[in-house]
């Protein structure tokens, strides 16, 4: 009899396997031929680990604030870095991302990998786990070749996107009652055709949805919207649900007004286009369209009129677009939905209706946004299912 089992070695169950007590008798249990198949990819091959911040702006990233705030709390930013840095993986900062300093994700696994030796806990590759049964005696883990007894039991087996990373949803949906599994941190299709010509196009906008607002790049491809703000609203917006976009987000449309207003006292012959293209930061293949849009792109500052003006305004601060489709689940970053938070006590991520089996990760049903978060969140998870309150 084991005393701990993690099932898949993913971010989340390989930190917990490297924080276990190495007098514990501990089993990991993974699919595929190697660890950490995900985590190798994360960050465009650079791992971005974490984010460096004020901790209370950074539980409001994920679609829980509420659930995640102590866990995160628990085992913050900071204190991730510290773990790394302290037991010989240096980190850098690259903006506001944390990275490997060797800015290869590889590294993290292989990081985890070496700590897990250390405590000497057992691994099995290739080995996927079919069903998990408990009774009052112990956990039974249950793969096609073999039945394990455990007393404790860690599931990290991630969600449902990228499925050839070996988080397939499969196990999750078997054993436990999860919400319904959903693109998240998703490129999206709009119903509006209007940005079909910006292909490779990318400006910094402000992107607004209900009570919410983003700010960072967004990315035309052509068929489709991407980029951080366009992959954080995903998280939230529902399909036919309206968005809108700020173009210049950094002057007020009051501020816009009158700088093109007092423009035209002393430049009265320059093109509105001309213009504005010295007073923003956008792209001119984006302002081009939208001045189109409005009729106005020969039109020099001395006949523009002011109900004109406030109509080519309105588009550049308030854009409106309405969401058509995400990418399909296999091919979002995380999913949403999966194991229910209301089932989960998060002072030690076990089921409350059995202790001895704890979640941890991309399993439970939140999301955080781009940069980091869903990979501290696996971390400080795993933490906390390892050390409790
Ligand atoms: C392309 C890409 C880039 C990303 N970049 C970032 C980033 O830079 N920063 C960030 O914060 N997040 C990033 N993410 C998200 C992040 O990788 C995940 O949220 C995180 O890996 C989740 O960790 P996890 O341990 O819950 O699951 P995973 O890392 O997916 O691990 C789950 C493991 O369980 C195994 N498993 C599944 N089912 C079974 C079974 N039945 N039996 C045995 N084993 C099983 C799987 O094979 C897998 O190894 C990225 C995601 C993708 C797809």
């Given at each position: 009899m084991y005393d701990l089992i993690v099932v898949g070695l993913g971010a989340s169950g390989l930190f917990a396997l490297a924080n276990a007590d190495k007098k514990l008798n501990v089993l990991g249990i993974e699919k595929n031929k190697i660890a950490g198949r995900k985590l190798n990819i994360t960050g465009g091959g650079r791992c971005n680990i974490t984010k460096v911040g004020d901790i209370k702006d950074f539980v409001n990233s994920y679609t829980d604030p509420?659930?995640?705030?102590?866990?995160?709390?628990a085992f913050n930013n900071?204190?991730?870095?510290?773990?790394?840095?302290?037991?010989?993986?240096?980190?850098?900062?690259?903006?506001?991302?944390?990275?490997?300093?060797?800015?290869?994700?590889?590294?993290?696994?292989?990081?985890?990998?070496?700590?897990?030796?250390?405590?000497?806990?057992?691994?099995?590759?290739?080995?996927?786990?079919?069903?998990?049964?408990?009774?009052?005696?112990?956990?039974?883990?249950?793969?096609?070749?073999?039945?394990?007894?455990?007393?404790?039991?860690?599931?990290?087996?991630?969600?449902?996107?990228?499925?050839?990373?070996?988080?397939?949803?499969?196990?999750?949906?078997k054993i436990f009652d999860i919400s319904p599994l959903e693109p998240a941190l998703s490129p999206m299709y709009i119903e509006e055709s209007s940005f079909d010509s910006l292909k490779g196009v990318t400006t910094n906008v402000k992107l607004n949805y209900g009570k919410m607002s983003f700010k960072g790049n967004i990315l035309f491809t052509g068929?489709?919207?991407?980029?951080?703000?366009?992959?954080?609203?995903?998280?939230?917006?529902?399909?036919?649900?309206?968005?809108?976009?700020?173009?210049?987000?950094?002057?007020?449309?009051?501020?816009?007004?009158?700088?093109?207003?007092?423009?035209?006292?002393?430049?009265?012959?320059?093109?509105?286009?001309?213009?504005?293209?010295?007073?923003s930061d956008m792209p001119e293949s984006l302002l081009k369209l939208i001045i189109n849009e409005?009729?106005?792109?020969?039109?020099?500052?001395?006949?523009?009129?002011?109900?004109d003006l406030n109509l080519l305004i309105e588009k550049l601060k308030k854009y409106t677009l309405t969401l058509k489709e995400k990418f399909p689940l296999e091919k979002a970053i995380v999913s949403k939905g999966g194991v229910k938070v209301e089932d989960i006590d998060n002072k030690t991520m076990a089921l409350k209706k059995d202790n001895r089996i704890m979640v941890v990760g991309e399993a439970i049903e939140l999301v955080g946004n781009c940069g980091g978060y869903n990979l501290q969140f696996a971390f400080s998870s795993a933490h906390r299912a390892i050390f409790g309150k």
């Open positions: 509420s659930f995640v705030r102590p866990i995160i709390h900071e204190k991730l870095i510290e773990y790394f840095e302290s037991r010989g993986l240096n980190t850098m900062v690259d903006g506001e991302r944390v990275i490997p300093k060797s800015e290869n994700a590889k590294d993290v696994t292989q990081f985890f990998l070496k700590e897990i030796e250390k405590r000497g806990h057992k691994l099995h590759f290739e080995e996927e786990i079919i069903d998990i049964k408990a009774d009052d005696e112990s956990i039974k883990v249950i793969s096609k070749a073999s039945e394990y007894e455990c007393k404790k039991l860690i599931f990290a087996c991630g969600g449902a996107t990228y499925v050839e990373t070996g988080s397939d949803g499969k196990l999750m949906k068929s489709y919207l991407s980029g951080p703000v366009i992959m954080d609203i995903s998280n939230y917006i529902q399909l036919g649900e309206k968005f809108t976009l700020d173009f210049i987000p950094k002057k007020t449309i009051d501020e816009l007004k009158l700088e093109i207003k007092e423009k035209a006292k002393t430049d009265a012959k320059k093109l509105l286009k001309t213009v504005l293209l010295e007073i409005v009729n106005l792109e020969n039109v020099k500052l001395a006949d523009l009129k002011s109900k």
